[in-house]
């Protein structure tokens, strides 16, 4: 599975747009991106899922450009809930594959009013 | 609210004793998944059932071990406990076998080894 880099923390204010990228130079043609968001002692919550281009839905949108080689979680307007860990993944789906995601440490981001 | 229900919310026990996790699926979902959150470790894949059989193995220890029943739901059990083995537990499910779309996470189990 690809291995992906991405900030450690970030900081932003309520009401601004928030960008995260995510770097997985060895992405693999059935690599699919995939975002998912935590808070404290709760289980990930699934965002987003790209292939390639952008997709978007009623709480973020994902860019991927042509190479794939990285990829960005947009967050519009964020408010102090989205405090939270979001992580980054890249795994091969499909009938032969299985469901298992690497998490690696995520993003930390602080909102602050 | 994800639909994925697991007990024990909390589970306090000791070393060297054994313990049963209980995860039940959303409605529809054939694969369960196991995944354990320490401090030091993040998030680690430990398992995947996928309609009663095992589909994936992860970092999961020879003293742990797995299944999934008939009505999907699926248990995790854990032996011999190590002071290590406290953390978080979770379980996902999701419709197919593979990771095309979401999993959808449980609320976990915090185990808590003295």
């Known amino acids: 599975l690809a291995k992906t880099t991405q900030p450690i923390s970030m900081d932003s204010y309520e009401g601004q747009e928030v960008n995260i990228t995510c770097s997985h130079n060895n992405i693999a043609t059935n690599d699919y991106i995939t975002w998912y968001q935590q808070f404290p002692s709760q289980g990930p919550r699934f965002i987003i899922q790209g292939y390639k281009t952008k997709v978007t839905n009623e709480v973020a949108s994902l860019f991927i450009p042509a190479d794939r080689k990285s990829s960005t979680l947009s967050l519009p307007r964020v408010s102090l809930s989205d405090t939270a860990v979001y992580y980054c993944?890249?795994?091969?789906?499909?009938?032969?594959?299985?469901?298992?995601?690497?998490f690696g440490q995520g993003t930390t981001l602080q909102v602050k009013p | 609210d994800s639909g994925v229900t697991q007990t024990p919310k909390h589970l306090i026990t000791a070393t060297g004793q054994r313990v049963t996790l209980r995860c039940s699926p959303r409605s529809g979902d054939l694969s369960v998944y196991w995944y354990q959150q320490s401090l030091d470790q993040g998030l680690q894949f430990l398992i995947q059932y996928y309609n009663g059989e095992e589909r994936a193995k992860g970092n999961i220890l020879e003293r742990f071990s797995a299944q999934q029943f008939p009505d999907l739901h699926s248990e995790l059990n854990l032996s011999s406990l190590e002071l290590g083995d406290s953390a978080l537990y979770f379980c996902?499910?999701?419709?197919?076998?593979?990771?095309?779309?979401?999993?959808?996470f449980g609320p976990g189990t915090r185990l808590t080894v003295l």
């Open positions: 996902a499910s999701s419709v197919g076998p593979s990771g095309e779309g979401a999993q959808y």
């Open positions: 993944l890249v795994g091969p789906y499909g009938s032969s594959n299985t469901g298992k995601l690497i």
